[in-house]
Every structure is written in structure tokens, then in C-alpha cells.
């Protein structure tokens, strides 16, 4: 079942086309990953799908509803964690939780979010004192604590070591099995491999690929035999857009 | 717990574990008042060259009471209040909270509360201090001073929410608020208290918000006339900028 669809998405600020045509679905309970390099409109796509920017054109929905128009009912199904976002350095990991917890009609259990997050034994730490997984995992604890439906994961692990990428990965993992559908915008391909059950690539603010990784390596080596992996398939796929002139879709390909 | 009542809970922690906004909030009003009081000289002494028969018998650290009281508007008001807001902007908390079902005009409406408490805080604990260590005269007019102090406080928090609303980091919102405050406080009668002011200075500084409030609040505790234009300067000061703070104001 389709939980959200984007369709034609095209976002301005001021001349600055961020968003110029990306359309993909994501089915419930998947993870779904939305790559591209830094700078692609991956952001803004998500803020758009999340109801916090509103599309200048093409059609939203999430949960049956308009992102943008779905006020209450959509903020309160859908969590996001925010790629720039902090807190303030004082306030202590268990305030924060209990913060958001008080703009949720139905929040989850605070001592078994911070179990799961692996930040039981930090409640009363303050933001400032946290490393940089742990202000991940408090990140990701804030985007779940609504009990939401659809969880928005944007460049969670960004400056994070190997092991802390690790631990982040496991806990969406986690997450996903959980029943919530995970909506995870990246631009590590190893994140991607591991995590996503599908993918839309966004480039210069345009899908040029929604599908399968097994299916972007295969795509990828239409255009070049000698192509394994995913990450030279996303490459050639992405130096190739220029030349795309719509989105390719799974049903495309087959 | 409500989520506003969470808010102004954590709000208010937030105050307690930064020493720079409390000592600002609560104890620089009273600081300001006990160095002039103590430490410049003459301060302890009668009110000469003041042609008011109200103002007889006064020293001249009472005439800093109500000004110390401004001043614990103003220091809140311009520098705290638009600070914790440039810093929620800064950190993206603001966007963070568009993104939860009850949006983040909240966290404006506990900062505000927050704000107001402190100030009233402050301005009690500058009373007091004044009162009780320079043996300062209570307000003529308890009622009046209640007045003056709470539209002063609107006025001055309007104003305040112009800085707030624009500046894009706590540094450059405690920076503009400072610069405001600090000439504010001149017009306040900080350095010259208001009744010793040359007339034509004592009027200009009456159109200025802190200085209408500084002015209206002596009036108001010293049983001088009824501080009606200063008053109507205030509400003159606040109804634009409350609009101009709303209408320019930025979540991110």
C-alpha cells in the first residue's frame, strides 16, 4: 500500500530552482532512500513531503492527505529528524523527550524510547555534553516519540565514525521493524546498500532513478558491462543525468 | 502536563542554568541601583535644583528606583528575550517544532511568559534591595506603578520582537538588543536621572520607549500627574512594533 506519492514536485526560493520534477512513491513499512550529492533538493523535497514547505507545483500525498493542508493529524503520524537542527546546549536529554512528548496526543513510552535508542543511562545529560551518535539517537528518540506512522531520517549519520554509522544503521533497523516506514535521505551509499528497500536518486533537482539497488546496478550497466557495484552505478547513473530527460522507473526498466 | 505548561517549565530551567540572562534578568536592575547608591558619590544626598514640590525631602538614588525598574524591562526585553529566540533559530528548534502537531508559536508564548516573569522578578528584587540596603519610599501609587510597569513591559517586549523576529544567531540578537538597550538606558535616565534632565532632553527622551516608560513610572510612583502622554507614547510605540515584529518575523 502507498503511503506517500510525490509526483512532479517542483520547489523555488526566490530564482533558485531547488526542486525541478521528482516524483517517487514509498510503500508501507519499507525504507526508502532518497540519495543524491549535497545539494540536489533532497532536503527540500522531504521538508516539502514532511508539510513544513509548501510545493509550487506537482501533486503531495501522505497518508492520503496534503502534506501542507494536513495540519494536526499529518504532524502528528509523521517524525522527522532534521538534518540541521540541535537543541539548546543546556537542556537535558530526558527534558527534551518529555518537551516533545507534551506536543504529541498520543506519545510514545520515554523510558522504553530511551531504551531503544541506547540513551537510558544519559536522561539527565545535557545536549552539550552528548557526542555526536548520541545527538543522533536523541535526534532520532524526538522524531519517534509521537509514535509516528512515516519517520523522515535526513543525513542521520553525517560525521558520525564507523561504529556510530553502525549503531545508527541498527536502530533503523530497529525502527523499521517496528512497523514504521522510514523515508531516509542520504548521500552514503553504504547507508543506502544496508538500509534501503528502494531508492530515488535526486540530482540538480531531479529524479533521475527510483527503484531497487539491484535494480540501479543493473541500470547502470546497460550503459557499462563491467559495472558490480553500487556505488559505480550510482555514479555513472549521475554523471549520465544530464542526458536523462525524466525519471526512470521500475516500471520502465522491466 | 499541558505542552505550554511543558514549555514554560523547560523555559524556565533554561533561564535557571544560564548565569549571564539571570543575572541580567534578576539581579542587574538591583547591581545597577546599589553602585549608584554606594558608589557614586552624592547619590545619598537631597534632590536640589528641581523645582517640583513633590520631589522634596527625595535623595537622589529615589529617583533611581523607577529607573532601575526600567531598566530591568529593558535589559529583559532587548537582550534576553531576543537572544533565546535568535538561539532557537539558530539551532533550527523553531523549524523543528513546525514540524510537531501543535507548530512552534508556542515556544514564543512560553518565552514571553518566561520573559515577563523574570522581569517582574527583577523588578521586585530591585525594590526590594532599594528599599530595605538604600532605605528608598515605596510608590505613591501602588496601582498606577502596576499599570505603568505592565504596559512598559508590553512596549518594551514589542520592541524586543522586532529583534527577535530577524536576527538569525543569539550573538547578533544579544548584540542589536545591547546597542538598543544601552542607548535606551541613557533616555531611561540611567545616567541623568529624569527630573534632573534638561527640559528639552527630558522631553525627547519622554517619545522614546524607555524613557516613556522610565518617565511614567516616576511619575506614577512619585504622586506626580497622571503620566498620560507617556502612556499613550507606550501604547504609540507597541501597537507598531507588535505588528512589525509579526509581520517580518522568520521561523528559520
Redesign the interface.
Known amino acids: 500500500m502507498t503511503i506517500i506519492t510525490v509526483r512532479e514536485l517542483h520547489k523555488t526560493f526566490g530564482p533558485t530552482v531547488a526542486v525541478d520534477n521528482v516524483t517517487f512513491s514509498v510503500e508501507t513499512g519499507e525504507i526508502f532512500g532518497v540519495l543524491g550529492p549535497n545539494g540536489a533538493g533532497k532536503t527540500t523535497t522531504v521538508e516539502c513531503i ?3 514547505l509548501e510545493a509550487d507545483r506537482g501533486s503531495l500525498s501522505v497518508l492520503g492527505r496534503h502534506p501542507f493542508r494536513g495540519g ?1 493529524f499529518l ?2 503520524q ?1 517524525g ?1 529528524q ?1 538534518q ?5 546546549a ?2 537535558r536529554v530526558g ?1 527534551a523527550l ?3 512528548a ?4 498520543n506519545p510514545a513510552s520515554i523510558p522504553e524510547l530511551l531504551d531503544t535508542v541506547g540513551l537510558a543511562h544519559r536522561r539527565k545529560t545535557a545536549f552539550a555534553a552528548l557526542s555526536g551518535g548520541e545527538r543522533q539517537r536523541l535526534s532520532i528518540a ?1 522524531a519517534l516519540i ?1 509514535n509516528p506512522r512515516i519517520a523522515i531520517l535526513d543525513e542521520l549519520t553525517t560525521g558520525l565514525d564507523p561504529l556510530g554509522r553502525r549503531d545508527i544503521w541498527n536502530l533503523v533497523e530497529r525502527i523499521r521493524r517496528s512497523g514504521i516506514t522510514v523515508l531516509l535521505v542520504s548521500h552514503f551509499l553504504d547507508e543506502i546498500e544496508r538500509l534501503c528497500d528502494r531508492l530515488a536518486i535526486i540530482t540538480m533537482g531531479r529524479s533521475i532513478f527510483v527503484g531497487t539497488p539491484e535494480h540501479l546496478i543493473a541500470r547502470a550497466a546497460v550503459q557499462n558491462p563491467h559495472i558490480t557495484g553500487l556505488e559505480d552505478a550510482y555514479l555513472t547513473i549521475v554523471d549520465s543525468a544530464a542526458s536523462l530527460t525524466g525519471t526512470e522507473t521500475e516500471g520502465a526498466q522491466s | 502536563m499541558s505542552a505550554l505548561a511543558t514549555l514554560i517549565r523547560t523555559e524556565a530551567s533554561l533561564l535557571l542554568r544560564n548565569p549571564t540572562a539571570l543575572f541580567m534578568a534578576l539581579a542587574f536592575p538591583a547591581v545597577l541601583l546599589l553602585m549608584q547608591g554606594f558608589v557614586i558619590p552624592g547619590t545619598r544626598e537631597a534632590v536640589t535644583g528641581v523645582n517640583d514640590p513633590l520631589l522634596d525631602g527625595l535623595r537622589v538614588i529615589d529617583l533611581f528606583v523607577p529607573i532601575a525598574l526600567t531598566a530591568a524591562l529593558g535589559s529583559v526585553a532587548l537582550t534576553n528575550f531576543p537572544s533565546a529566540i535568535g538561539g532557537y533559530r539558530e539551532q533550527g528548534v523553531l523549524r523543528r517544532l513546525g514540524s510537531t502537531p501543535v507548530g512552534p508559536h508556542r515556544i514564543l508564548a512560553s518565552q514571553l511568559i518566561v520573559s515577563s516573569v523574570s522581569l517582574v522578578g527583577g523588578a521586585f528584587i530591585a525594590t526590594g534591595a532599594a528599599m530595605l540596603l538604600l532605605g528608598a519610599h515605596g510608590p505613591q501609587s501602588v496601582l498606577l506603578v502596576v499599570v505603568t510597569f505592565g504596559l512598559s513591559a508590553i512596549a518594551m517586549l514589542s520592541l524586543g520582537s522586532i529583534i527577535a523576529a530577524r536576527a538569525a544567531t543569539a550573538q547578533s540578537a544579544n548584540g542589536i538588543g545591547m546597542l538598543v538597550f544601552i542607548a535606551s538606558l541613557f533616555t531611561a535616565g540611567v545616567w541623568t536621572p529624569g527630573p534632573l534632565m534638561s527640559e528639552p532632553l527630558r522631553q525627547i527622551a519622554g517619545y522614546t520607549p524607555l524613557g516613556a516608560a522610565s518617565q511614567s513610572l516616576s511619575a506614577a510612583w512619585y504622586g506626580q500627574p497622571f503620566p498620560l502622554l507617556q502612556l499613550l507614547v507606550l501604547i504609540a510605540w507597541t501597537i507598531p512594533s507588535a505588528f512589525l515584529a509579526y509581520r517580518t518575523f522568520r521561523w528559520r
Open positions: 514532511s508539510g513544513m494536526y504532524r502528528s509523521v522527522y532534521m540541521s537542527s540541535t537543541l539548546p543546556q537542556l527534558e518529555r518537551l516533545f507534551s506536543l504529541y496526543p524526538l509521537g
